[in-house]
């Protein structure tokens, strides 16, 4: 499967602070999904980006797929303490597997 | 809104013993899949299926491991003889399929080989 990379690996950040993560792949996306996975939870499907330069809303949380599909970010407004969990970005999607990575480990501090 | 389900939650095992583990997918969804977390790792694929068969599995896979779709309602993955390494969360999902779906996953079966 396409492999990305995704930074941080890991970030604190202050309760109502913003937190980004960027994911970027060498090769370009069809398609790219973002999964959440809360401390001893299941990866939770936040949403799945596909057009090139789009950018999708969800409350707090903004996602942008890059114009040549080769990245994606993820913005958080304002974190709450809610938000802590694991944040993955993953290409594919559909019948084909998730390959997860690493993803970026948020942590909010109250 | 429909779940995945899986059971048990928690299953403790003797090395060497055989272990199933069981899931219930979204009713009207096509594609099933098992994954695996080890403690403090990243998850793992380990097998996809869709049609009553296989239709692509991981190296971790191997032939200790099986799945079956034994009625039109569970899933399971069976581990033959199992190891002090495959303690791990084993967690189902499943998909309409089709480009745009994402998948579902249940709450995890946490497997711990004594």
């Known amino acids: 499967g396409q492999q990305v990379m995704q930074i941080p690996q890991y970030q604190h950040v202050q309760e109502g602070e913003d937190f980004t993560t960027y994911c970027n792949s060498s090769t370009t996306l069809s398609n790219i999904q973002w999964y959440k996975q809360r401390p001893g939870g299941h990866p939770v499907f936040l949403i799945q980006?596909?057009?090139?330069?789009e950018v999708k809303k969800q409350k707090r949380l903004t996602f942008q797929f890059g114009e040549a599909k080769k990245n994606s970010s993820l913005h958080i407004t304002a974190t709450q303490t809610t938000d802590v969990g694991t944040y993955f970005c993953?290409?594919?999607?559909?019948?084909?597997?998730?390959?997860f990575g690493i993803g970026t480990k948020l942590q909010v501090i109250p | 809104e429909p779940e995945v389900t899986q059971t048990p939650s928690h299953q403790v095992t003797q090395m060497g013993q055989e272990v199933i583990l069981r899931c219930v997918p979204i009713?009207?969804?096509?594609?099933f899949y098992w994954y695996r977390q080890i403690l403090g790792q990243k998850v793992e694929f380990l097998v996809s299926?869709?049609?009553?068969?296989?239709?692509?599995k991981s190296e971790i896979f191997d032939d200790q491991f099986s799945v079956e779709r034994p009625d039109g309602s569970n899933f399971t993955l069976k581990i033959r003889s199992t190891k002090l390494e495959d303690s791990a969360m084993y967690f189902c999902?499943?998909?309409?399929?089709?480009?745009?779906?994402?998948?579902?996953f249940g709450d995890g079966t946490r497997l711990s080989i004594l």
């Open positions: 993953a290409p594919s999607g559909g019948y084909q597997k998730v390959t």
């Open positions: 299926f869709y049609n009553n068969e296989i239709s692509e």
């Open positions: 999902a499943s998909s309409r399929g089709g480009l745009l779906q994402p998948q579902h």
């Open positions: 980006l596909v057009k090139s330069g």
């Open positions: 009713s009207n969804h096509l594609y």
